[in-house]
Every structure is written in structure tokens, then in C-alpha cells.
């Protein structure tokens, strides 16, 4: 299903995209070094509760993962690229933590992730991965006006992650966004540009370029769930909800704070 959004979904939107990225910030800022992913997984809890919004992981069950999520965000550590379940595991100085959330309110969802190192320490290689996701996050969203289409995005993402060296793997990718977390289209992290659907006004996309330092594979963890690199390499991952308007892409997902400033 392809949704294409009114004003008023638009505005919803907007609003849904103010709260997923207002609790990655907050997250980010008390994901210090002694933290506990179950306990950033309960703040998750707390801050949707509260904002009268609804979860859109902890019952999510698709092929491929093993049963219901059963967790308010993903959390992954080093390795782990996708679909991080919360454990019982305490941050350590260094380590690449990304945080990845979807949450639904007054009926459109809105789904983003952020990569950051928690703590002092700063491997070159972990700053390196982070800031190529970044990059090629911007670049996707610079390609996303009115009447490209999704070939164009994809290939923008790849082109960034490609001239850093990456591998890119394109058994996850980006996907339409609306009244459900995960809609048609498929945005791949590469492709070739003017193929594949047209933009139009009113779509929503969640795009997430993401990479695996040395590698291409992903192994899945013991739980289900967490992916990881297959050779052990970290891995970082970007992700923003933006929406296709006539003068270009919108990010929605932008903390309230910036987008009144």
C-alpha cells in the first residue's frame, strides 16, 4: 500500500515526527556510560504513555522475527545494526549505541534513528561510520523532491556510502510511512536513478542508510531479532521520516524545540 497524505494528515505528521525525535533526544542525553538498555527501554515506555501516543514495536510481528518484539524501542550495540532487542547490558565507554524509534499518534506514525558514541572515547573508525550514514541520509533527503523517483533517493544513499568504501546491503532499506509504520515503497541504501515510483506530494518515507564497517552480511542474534555484522565490525545507522511536498522533502523528524526556532 502506497498512502499518500491531505494537509490535515500532514499536520498530524508533523506532530508525530516532533515526539519520535524530542525522545531520541532526551534518550540520547541519559544514554551515558553505566546505562542499561532495559532501562532506556522503559523510559521509551514512559515518555510514549505519557504523550498519549502508541508504540509501534512492542507487538510488531513480522516474518522475520521470531514472535512479538516486546519492546518499546531497538537498541543496538557495536555490531548490532538492526532491530536491537533491549537487554540486560550496561553502556560502556566507547561503545556505538543506536537508538531506533516508531511511534504512532492521532493515527500517522513516524519512525527515526540516531547513531552516536557513548561516553569519552572516540574511535576514528566508529566517527567515521556514523558521519557516512549521516551524509548519505542528507543526500537521500536532497533527492526527494516532488516527481523524482525512489531509484533517484536510493542512488544518492549509495553513492555517499559507496565513495566511503561500504558495502551496502539491500535486504533492509527504507519504506513508505502513514497510518502504518511499514508501507510500500521500498527504499533501498542503493540503485539506479529515474527508476521505480514516482514521488508525489503527500508521501511519506522513512529513510535509514546503514552500514557494517567491513562487511555486507548480517548474522542473526540468539533472540530473534537483533541483527549483526556477520564479521563482528560496528555498525551505524541514520534514519529520518520526511515527507514529499511540492517545494521538496520536509524532515519531520526534527525536535520540536528546532523546528519553532
Not at 515518555?47 to 498519549?52: P, R, S
Not at 538492526?82 to 549505541?97: E, F, I, M, V, W
Request: hydrophobic content about 40%.
Amino acid at each position: 500500500m502506497i498512502e499518500i497524505l491531505n494537509p490535515a494528515g500532514l499536520a498530524r505528521a508533523r506532530d508525530t515526527g516532533a515526539l519520535v525525535a524530542d525522545i531520541l533526544q532526551t534518550l540520547k542525553s541519559r544514554s551515558t556510560v553505566g546505562t542499561n538498555l532495559l532501562d532506556i527501554d522503559r523510559w521509551t515506555r514512559a515518555m510514549i504513555v505519557e504523550a498519549g501516543a502508541q508504540s509501534c514495536y512492542v507487538d510488531y510481528e513480522p516474518s522475520f522475527g521470531r514472535g512479538p518484539f516486546g519492546h518499546y524501542i531497538c537498541t543496538a550495540v557495536n555490531d548490532a545494526v538492526l532491530h536491537g532487542r533491549p537487554r540486560d547490558y550496561s553502556l560502556a565507554d566507547g561503545d556505538l549505541l543506536t537508538l531506533d524509534l516508531a511511534v504512532s499518534r492521532d493515527g500517522v506514525a513516524a519512525d527515526a534513528a540516531v547513531s552516536f558514541l557513548v561516553g569519552e572515547a572516540k574511535p576514528p573508525e566508529s566517527v567515521a561510520l556514523i558521519s557516512a550514514t549521516e551524509r548519505a541520509l542528507s543526500a537521500g533527503i536532497a533527492a526527494a523532491g516532488p516527481g523524482a523517483r525512489i531509484g533517484d533517493v536510493s542512488h544518492a544513499i549509495g553513492t555517499v556510502l559507496g565513495e566511503e568504501g561500504y558495502e551496502v546491503n539491500t535486504q533492509f532499506g527504507g519504506h513508505g510511512i502513514g497510518s502504518t509504520m511499514h508501507q510500500d515503497p521500498h527504499v533501498p541504501n542503493t540503485g539506479r536513478p529515474g527508476r521505480g515510483y514516482r514521488l508525489r506530494p503527500g508521501l511519506l518515507l522513512a529513510l535509514e542508510p546503514w552500514v557494517m564497517a567491513d562487511t555486507a552480511e548480517l548474522a542473526l542474534d540468539a533472540d530473534g531479532w537483533t541483527l549483526r555484522s556477520a564479521t563482528g565490525c560496528r555498525t551505524a545507522h541514520s534514519e529520518h521520516t520526511i515527507a514529499v511536498t511540492d517545494d521538496g522533502a520536509e524532515i519531520l523528524t526534527v525536535p520540536r524545540r528546532a523546528r519553532q526556532g
